[in-house]
Nanobody, 126 residues
């Protein structure tokens, strides 16, 4: 069983920055991809970014491209999401997820992930 714990959320003014962390623990941890998703009030959870185990393949949602950076520290079993130039529309609960099984897909979809963190709130004020 993999446990994921997010941290780093909070309240920030528009234009500011935050860095989220996702620490994985449990049995020997390996993954095909680690992803960040977010869910705003009244909206469905959406893909934000992901990084794959092999070659560290990175993809972003168009809404965050150029502003957010996903990275990893495999020695620490930790994935980060650096969020810059934050906008009020970035306000959401941000979830970290791990895909520990091969899906055959591109790891943009929630169903490809089998472990989830509890979420961390990010609020961007205007």
């Amino acid at each position: 069983q993999v446990q994921l714990v997010e941290s780093g959320g909070g309240l920030v003014q528009a234009g500011g920055s935050l860095r989220l962390s996702c620490a994985a623990s449990g049995r020997t941890f390996s993954y095909y991809a680690m992803g960040w998703f977010r869910q705003a009030p009244g909206k469905e959870r959406e893909f934000v970014a992901r990084i794959t185990w092999n070659f560290g393949g990175i993809r972003y949602a168009d809404s965050v491209k150029g502003r957010f950076i996903i990275s990893r520290d495999n020695a620490k079993n930790t994935v980060y999401l650096e969020m810059n130039s934050l906008k009020p529309e970035d306000t959401a609960v941000y979830y970290c997820a791990a895909a520990t099984k091969y899906s055959g897909g591109n790891y943009y979809i929630q169903d490809e992930y089998d472990s989830w963190g509890q979420g961390t709130q990010v609020t961007v004020s205007s």
